[in-house]
């Protein structure tokens, strides 16, 4: 067996540690190459240390002469800084497999890079393909990529469907697809109590440990948005056959409702090195070292249709995948803008919605035909945002 050359892009986030997690169960499986960890110096250090990656990239020159400092003289990493050096360990010919872990639209270009490369790409960036899906899934075909979905929901759809489903959903007998959602901490919460909630209320998730930017939009519920957008971009359906189902167990992952009336699921216990493991090693099967799951202690699993009023970021998201073009690329630059003003201190948590359908409203969705007008929107959109958030302080 060939080992399996890996760069790991966000190594030191909550995905790219549970990544490292089961490719340390596998050593003989897997060879790590590259490591990112933008300004998270010191826990860079010490993944360095664990797994004597060949290069690590760091945001700043700063950051990489206070890495290459903590790892001392004759360490075997070689430390890179900035945006070409993740491009350059996301295309580079030792690799064999990226795991695209960086949060937000900073993941774009490597994430790209290594599709444009040709690589066996474990996609966790959901937001580039919010950006860029149809420049994306067309540069990965062009150049043979293999992709493979990281979110749980997307993995479970890719588990349920027949291999090669890639000749389109219609001709393998698929009705809809069907995304589970937890609704996030403020499922049942009064809607008029949104205004004075906390940044570590919003990402005290009942089911998940993730990093705090898709905590929060889990909690508003544009993370399911932004997944609905997603899929619509890795199995080639449109938005009116995706349908989001609140399912607070988490349990089942995501769902295939084909056209005889059977519906494939995945289901398993919450936790991210499932799809990790499935992808790592798709398509044979690894031990990820998840519990097995328990449905007797389990009892009982429960659903519920989404209320867009309680979560107008879902309905946002539809109607940006309704407008095409580049709306979807300013819905997440507005999303990402007030997120981080709201964990900032600078926001209050309803007025997130608000700021992205306004910047929607105004933005015109110009074709998103190459890099440049996706980009071109993710700009504007962001100064928009900005513009708004500063109106509401
Ligand atoms: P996180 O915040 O825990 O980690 C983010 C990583 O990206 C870190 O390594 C950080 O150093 C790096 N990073 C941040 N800003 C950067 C920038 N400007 N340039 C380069 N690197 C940067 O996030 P996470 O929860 O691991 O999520 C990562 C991605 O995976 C997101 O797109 C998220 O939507 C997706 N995802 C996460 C989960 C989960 O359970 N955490 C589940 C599904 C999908
Ligand atoms: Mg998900």
Request: glycine share 8%; net charge negative; hydrophobic share 45%.
């Amino acid at each position: 067996m060939n080992k399996q050359v890996l760069s790991i892009l966000g190594a030191t986030g909550s995905i790219g540690l549970s990544t490292l997690d089961v490719v340390a169960r596998h050593p003989e499986r897997f060879e790590v190459f590259a490591l990112t960890g933008h300004r998270q110096v010191e826990k860079l250090a010490e993944l360095c240390r664990q797994h004597a990656p060949r290069i690590a990239v760091v945001a700043g020159a700063s950051e990489a002469q206070t890495l290459r400092e903590l790892l001392g003289a004759g360490a075997r990493t070689e430390v890179l800084h900035g945006a070409s050096a993740l491009d350059m360990v996301a295309s580079a010919p030792e690799v064999t497999t990226v795991m695209a872990a960086i949060v937000g639209a900073a993941g774009l270009s490597s994430s790209l890079a290594a599709a444009r490369a040709g690589k066996r790409l474990l996609l966790a960036n959901k937001e580039a393909l919010v950006m860029a899906g149809e420049l994306f899934i067309d540069a990965v075909r062009a150049a043979g990529a293999t992709l493979l979905p990281i979110d749980s929901e997307h993995n479970a759809i890719f588990q349920s469907l027949p291999a090669g489903f890639d000749y389109g959903l219609n001709q393998c007998g698929v009705r809809r697809i069907v995304l589970t959602a937890s609704g996030g901490p403020f499922r049942t919460a009064a809607v008029d109590s949104l205004h004075t909630v906390t940044p570590d209320q919003a990402c005290a998730h009942p089911n998940w440990v993730m990093g705090r930017k898709i905590s929060v939009d889990s909690a508003t519920m544009m993370n399911k948005g932004l997944e609905v957008i997603e899929a619509r971009w890795l199995f080639g359906v449109p938005g009116e056959r995706i349908g989001v189902l609140i399912h607070p167990e988490s349990v089942i992952h995501s769902m295939v409702e084909y056209d005889d009336g059977s519906v494939l699921a995945q289901l398993g216990n919450p936790d991210m090195r499932t799809p990790i493991a499935h992808a790592l090693s798709y398509p044979q099967r690894i031990s990820a070292g998840v519990s097995p799951l328990n449905l007797a202690k389990v009892g009982r699993l429960t659903f519920e249709d989404p209320d867009f009023r309680r979560f107008p970021c879902l309905q946002l998201a539809y109607q940006a995948l309704q407008a095409g073009g580049t709306a979807a690329a300013s819905l997440n630059a507005a999303n990402e803008e007030a997120v981080a003003a709201f964990l900032g201190g600078k926001l209050r948590f309803d007025r997130i919605a608000g700021t992205v359908g306004e910047v929607l409203e105004q933005a015109s969705h110009a074709s998103a035909s190459s890099l440049g007008d996706v980009l071109d929107a993710d700009a504007r959109a962001r100064h928009a945002a900005r513009e708004l958030i500063r109106a509401y302080a």
